[in-house]
C-alpha cells in the first residue's frame, strides 16, 4: 500500500506496530520479501529493537530489511548516483578560514592564525549547514549582504562575515564539487537533487519512522520519494497538540490511523528530589535496588545530561550484570583528555632553556594512565617509581631536586636516589630497569613533544603514545577509556589525512588546535545488549517504549538542553534567514520526553533542588496538567533524597585504652606539643599520638613555615661567628649577611616562586635591615649559643615528664643576666607573667585562658638548668616582622622582676603544667576531646575533617 502516511499515538509501541506492518506488507516467501523494505529512524538504536522483535516472531534466521540513520540514508542517496567522501571537520574549518582569509581578511580580526581562528571557523560551519539543510538561497544571502553594508547593531566584525558569507559559501560548496569532499549540509543538497530526479533504487517501500519536525532538505527528499509512492511517513502523537507536527504532516497529506484502540491508562508519575548529582544517583540507585532478578528489562534510565553517567554506572554495576549505555559522552570528560591535556600543558609552561615546570611535569607522570603502564616489570612498578619521582621533586627527601620550580628531564633521569628508592619498595626491580622505565616514560609523553613543527608529525606522535597506552595500558577493565582512545586514534587520522597536514605549524597552535578539536569531540556508545537496564540520552529514546522510565538531572540547565545564546550571529538575524534554533529544538526536546512517558507505566523524574537552578519546565507542564485534572486540590508529593547520618553532639571522643597511656607516659614533650593539648586536646591526639601531619609540598609557593626555617638557618649561619663574643653589627658584616642572604635565596626560596619572588625578596630584605640596626642597639654581651637543644626530665607534680627543647638564640646581657630568644616571623603568645597558683588544681581551659603559651617557661626552666651562673634568668619572643619597634622583644617576666618574684613566677608555671598533665594528658579517665571554643582556629585546622 503505497501514498500513505500512518498515524500513531503517543502511548503506542512503535516498534511492534513496524513489525506487524512490515510482516503484513512483506509476507514470509514473498519476493523480496522483508528486504524489500528499508527502515530509516533518527538515530541507529531502533533498529537493534525491530530486528530483535522481527526474530522473536519469526522464530529463526531471515534476510532483514535495510536500516538507517538519517544521515545514514542521505548518504546512501548521494552513493548511489556518484562516488565522494566526507569532509573531515578539521579540513572544512581550514577551508573555510582560508577562504575568509582570500574573501574578507578582516573577518580574522585578531586571530590571525588557523588555530585562533578555528572557534570561529566552527560557527560559520554550523551557519552554513543551516542554510544548507534549511535550502536557503542565494538572494537571501545578498539580501542579508545589503542589510550588512548599510550596518546591523552588532560588532564590525559580524557585518564583515554577514557581507561575505554568500561569496564564503558558494567557493565553499565549488571546492566539495570539484573535489567530491562533501559536508553533511552539502550531502542533503545533493541527496535533494537525486531524490527529485528519481526513487531509491532496491526498495519497494521506505519507511520514515518517527518523523516530527523537517528541514527543508528532509522535506524535498521524502517529499519526492512520498510522491512516487516509494516514501512512506510514520508520525506519532495528535497533530491538534503539536503544531510542528501538524506543519510537517500536512506536507504529505491525508494520514491512516495505526496502533491501538484500548483506552489510554495515564503513567504513574513519581518526583525525586537531590541536592546534588551523587544524591540524584543514589535515588535512581535506590529505585532499581528494589527490583528483582529480570526486573531490569523494560526499564530505562535518561541522563539529559552526560555528566552522570560515570558515578550512575559506579552504582548500578554493583545491582546487575546486564545493563546498556546507548549515549554520547563528551571526550573532554575522560581520562584520556585530561593526560593529552597535560602533555600540551607541559610543552607550554616549559622555561627558556627548555625545563620543564615541576607541578606540570608531576601531572603527567602521575596521571593513572602513565603510572599503571606495563614494560619490563608489573604495573605496580612504574606506579612506584613515578610515586618516588614526586616524593624527590616536592621535597620530602633531600635532594637537589626538592622544591625546584623547574627541572630538565636530564636531572631527573641522574637522580640515583630516584632508583635506590624504588628499588626498596620493589625488590624485583634493578636499578637499569627503572631506569629504562623513566626514560621510556619521558620519550613517550616529554621529549617526542618538544619539537613538533607539523600537524602531520603531530598526528603520528598521537598514534605513537594511544598506541603504547593501549598496549601496555589496562583499558581492558574500563570501557569508557577504550571507546575514548579509540575517538582520539580518529581524530589522529583527521589529522593525518588533513590537505594541510605538512604545513609548519608553532607548536603552540598544535596544542591549541588540538585541545579545541578534543573538546568538541564525543564518544558515542551504542552498545547492542538490548536485554537488561537501558541507559540512554534523551535522542537515543526515540521511537522506543519502556515500561519504567528513570529520568536523572530533570532541570532547566539540562532539560531541555537549549543553547541560549549564539556566539557569532545574532538570534535575530538568523530567525530573518528562516533559521530558529532554540524554538525548534525546545519544541523537539518536549515531544521526546512526552512521548517517553506517554508509554511507560511508570515514570520517575529526579531533580535537583537549588535555587540557581530550577526544576525542568516539562516537570512545571506536567505538576499543573495534574493539578487542572484534580481541581488544582494539592502539589505532588515530592520524596527528598538524603542519607542517614550518625550525629554526636559532643563530636569526636578519643578514650585512653592501655596502649595509648604507655605512649603518654613514654613521649618525650616539647612546648609545642603541650601548647598543642592546651589548645585542642584531640588534636594533640591525631598530631602527637597518632603521629599524622600534613605532606609537605616543596613545590607550592613557600608559606609562613618556609620563610620561618629559612630565617631561622639565615641567622644561623650568619651569626654563627659571633658565639663567645659580643656581635658587631658593621658595614663589613652587612655585606656578609645579605651576601648570604642573596644565595640562600635564590637556591632555597627563590626556585619555588614564580615571578612575584622578586617581590618577596625585597620585603625580607628591608625587614632584615630592621632588623641588624635593632641588634646593633641591643645591650648584648655576649653570644652563647645558637639553636641550642635542652633534653631532661622535668618533676611536675610528682611526676617526672621528659621534655626537650631546641630556643634558637642565647644571649648574655651587659646587666649580668641572661635572655632566650625564640625568632617569630608570624603572630606569637607570651604568657602575661602574672599569673598565680591560687593552691586549686586549675582545669585546661583556664590554663589556655591564663597562660596560653608554655614555651617561654619550658625555656627558662632549662637555661636556668644549664647555665646556673646567672641569676636573672628571662625568655622572650623575638618578631623579625616588627624588629625596628619597641615590642619586638616580647618577655616572660618585666625588666622590674627580680630573681626572687621570677622564682616564684616559674614555680606557679612548673605547677599549673604539673596539673594539666596529672589532671588532662596523663589522666586515663580524660579522654580527647576536641575543643571548638575558637571556631576560627578550627577553620584552619587540618584535622577539621577528621573532628564531627
Not at 526513487?199 to 518517527?210: A, K, L, M, S, T
Not at 518523523?211 to 520519494?225: D, R, W
Not at 615571578?755 to 653570644?783: N, T, W, Y
Request: net charge neutral.
Amino acid at each position: 500500500m503505497a501514498d500513505k502516511t500512518i498515524l500513531l499515538r503517543m502511548e503506542d509501541d512503535m516498534i511492534s506496530f513496524l513489525a506487524d506492518e512490515l510482516l503484513r506488507e512483506f509476507p514470509a516467501g514473498s519476493f523480496p520479501g522483508l528486504g524489500g523494505a528499508a527502515l530509516v529512524f533518527g538515530g541507529r538504536r531502533p533498529a537493534l529493537f525491530l530486528k530483535k522483535e522481527l526474530a522473536r516472531r519469526l522464530g529463526g534466521s531471515f534476510y532483514p530489511p535495510s536500516f538507517f540513520s538519517m544521515d545514514e540514508f542521505i548518504s546512501h542517496i548521494v552513493s548511489k548516483n556518484e562516488q565522494f567522501t566526507r569532509m573531515p571537520e578539521l579540513e572544512a574549518a581550514h577551508l573555510v578560514y582560508s577562504l575568509a582569509k582570500g574573501i574578507s581578511p578582516s573577518i580574522l580580526g585578531g586571530a590571525q592564525s588557523f588555530s585562533r581562528f578555528y572557534p570561529w571557523a566552527g560557527e560559520i560551519l554550523d551557519m552554513i549547514e543551516q542554510l544548507d539543510l534549511e535550502g536557503i538561497k542565494e538572494p537571501v544571502l545578498e539580501d542579508l549582504k545589503l542589510k550588512a553594508e548599510i550596518g546591523y547593531d552588532v560588532p564590525e566584525h559580524v557585518n564583515k562575515l554577514l557581507k561575505s558569507v554568500n561569496s564564503i559559501r558558494k567557493e565553499y560548496h565549488a571546492y566539495q564539487s570539484d573535489n567530491r569532499r562533501y559536508s553533511r549540509g552539502m550531502l542533503y543538497l545533493r541527496a535533494a537533487e537525486c531524490a527529485a530526479r528519481a526513487p531509491v533504487p532496491g526498495f519497494e517501500r521506505i519507511y520514515f519512522c518517527g518523523l516530527f519536525y523537517l528541514h527543508s532538505c528532509e522535506e524535498n527528499i521524502i517529499g519526492s520519494l512520498y510522491s512516487r509512492g516509494q516514501a512512506v511517513p510514520v508520525f506519532q502523537g495528535d497533530p491538534r497538540e503539536w503544531p510542528v507536527l501538524s506543519k510537517t504532516m500536512s506536507f504529505f497529506g491525508h494520514s491512516r490511523s495505526e496502533g491501538r484502540a484500548d483506552p489510554v491508562r495515564a503513567p504513574e508519575i513519581s518526583l525525586y528530589a537531590g541536592f546534588d548529582l551523587h544524591s540524584q544517583v543514589g535515588v535512581v540507585r535506590g529505585l532499581l535496588a528494589g527490583k528483582k532478578d529480570g526486573g531490569f528489562s523494560g526499564t530505562a534510565v535518561v541522563l539529559p545530561e552526560p555528566e552522570g553517567l560515570v558515578p550512575l554506572l559506579s552504582e548500578v554495576s554493583s545491582l546487575m550484570d546486564d545493563f546498556n549505555v546507548s549515549m554520547g559522552y563528551p571526550l573532554k570528560r575522560s581520562p584520556v583528555y585530561s593526560l593529552f591535556r597535560a602533555v600540551c600543558e607541559a610543552q607550554e609552561s616549559r622555561d627558556a632553556s627548555g625545563r620543564y615546570y615541576a607541578s606540570d611535569y608531576l601531572r603527567v607522570i602521575l596521571h593513572p594512565l602513565v603510572k599503571n603502564l606495563r614494560f619490563s616489570y608489573a604495573p605496580s612498578v612504574t606506579r612506584i617509581l613515578m610515586h618516588k619521582t614526586e616524593e624527590v621533586l616536592r621535597g620530602r627527601l633531600d635532594s637537589d631536586l626538592g622544591g625546584r620550580l623547574f627541572v630538565s628531564l636530564d636531572e631527573i633521569e641522574k637522580t640515583a636516589l630516584i632508583y635506590d628508592l624504588a628499588a626498596e619498595s620493589e625488590e624485583a626491580a634493578d636499578r637499569d630497569g627503572l631506569a629504562q622505565i623513566l626514560s621510556a616514560v619521558h620519550g613517550l609523553f616529554f621529549r617526542k613533544w618538544e619539537k613538533v613543527e607539523s600537524i602531520k608529525a603531530f598526528s603520528l606522535l598521537l598514534e605513537e603514545a594511544a598506541g603504547a597506552l593501549v598496549q601496555r595500558g589496562m583499558f581492558e577493565t574500563y570501557p569508557l577509556n577504550s571507546a575514548a582512545i579509540e575517538r582520539l586514534l580518529r581524530i589522529a587520522g583527521e589529522f593525518a589525512s588533513a590537505p594541510f597536514a605538512g604545513e609548519d605549524f608553532s607548536r603552540q597552535d598544535l596544542f591549541t588546535l588540538f585541545l579545541e578539536r578534543l573538546e568538541k569531540a564525543s564518544v558515542a556508545f551504542s552498545g547492542s545488549p538490548l536485554k537488561g537496564l537501558q541507559i540512554l540520552g534523551l535522542l537515543e529514546t526515540r521511537c522506543l517504549k519502556f515500561r519504567e522510565i528513570i529520568v536523572m538531572e530533570a532541570n532547566e540547565r539540562y532539560l531541555p538542553r537549549l543553547r541560549l545564546y549564539e556566539p557569532l550571529i545574532p538570534r535575530e538575524i538568523l530567525i530573518s534567514l528562516g533559521i530558529n534554533r532554540l524554538e525548534k529544538e525546545e519544541e523537539i526536546q518536549r515531544y521526546l520526553f512526552r512521548r517517553l512517558i506517554a508509554g511507560a507505566e511508570k515514570v520517575n523524574l529526579v531533580y535537583r533542588e537549588c535555587p540557581e537552578n530550577e526544576r525542568s519546565r516539562f516537570i512545571e507542564e506536567l505538576v499543573w496538567e495534574r493539578q487542572k485534572l484534580s481541581g488544582y486540590r494539592q502539589q505532588p508529593a515530592v520524596s527528598r533524597a538524603g542519607f542517614n547520618v550518625g550525629f554526636n553532639p559532643r563530636g569526636v571522643v578519643i578514650e585512653k585504652n592501655k596502649r595509648v597511656l604507655e605512649h603518654l607516659h613514654g613521649m618525650t614533650y616539647s612546648a609545642s606539643s603541650v601548647n598543642a593539648y592546651l589548645s585542642c586536646p584531640l588534636k594533640f591526639y591525631y598530631r602527637y599520638v597518632l603521629g599524622l601531619k600534613e605532606k609537605e609540598d616543596s613545590l607550592q609557593d613557600p608559606d609562613g613555615a618556609d620563610i620561618g626555617t629559612f630565617l631561622h638557618s639565615l641567622l644561623e649561619q650568619t651569626f654563627g661567628g659571633f658565639l663567645g663574643r659580643k656581635p658587631l653589627i658593621d658595614g663589613r658584616f652587612r655585606d656578609f649577611f645579605f651576601g648570604i642572604f642573596e644565595k640562600k635565596f635564590d637556591s632555597e626560596l627563590g626556585k619555588r616562586m614564580k615571578s612575584d619572588a622578586f617581590m618577596v625578596k625585597e620585603i625580607m630584605r628591608h625587614r632584615l635591615e630592621k632588623f641588624l640596626l635593632a641588634e646593633g642597639a641591643r645591650p648584648v654581651a655576649s653570644l652563647l649559643a645558637l639553636e641550642k637543644d635542652f633534653r631532661g626530665s622535668i618533676p611536675l607534680a610528682g611526676v617526672d615528664v621528659s621534655f626537650k627543647a631546641r630556643v634558637d638564640r642565647i644571649d648574655g646581657l651587659e646587666d649580668g643576666s641572661l635572655m632566650v630568644l625564640d625568632y617569630k616571623t608570624g603572630g606569637a603568645e607570651v604568657p602575661g607573667g602574672k599569673f598565680r597558683f591560687s593552691g586549686a588544681f586549675p582545669g585546661r581551659e583556664e590554663i589556655k585562658k591564663e597562660i596560653g603559651s608554655f614555651q617561654l617557661p619550658v625555656y627558662v626552666y632549662f637555661a636556668s638548668r644549664d647555665y646556673p651562673e646567672f641569676r636573672l634568668v628571662n625568655a622572650a619572643l623575638y618578631s623579625l616582622r616588627d624588629a625596628d619597634r619597641s615590642a619586638a622583644l616580647m618577655k616572660l617576666f618585666g625588666d622590674d622582676l627580680q630573681a626572687q618574684a621570677r622564682e616564684e613566677a616559674m614555680k606557679d608555671y612548673l605547677s599549673a603544667l604539673g596539673s594539666l598533665f596529672t589532671r588532662g594528658i596523663l589522666a586515663p579517665e580524660v579522654p580527647f576531646s576536641p575543643d571548638k571554643s575558637d571556631p576560627q582556629a578550627c577553620s584552619y585546622c587540618p584535622f577539621g575533617a577528621m573532628c564531627v
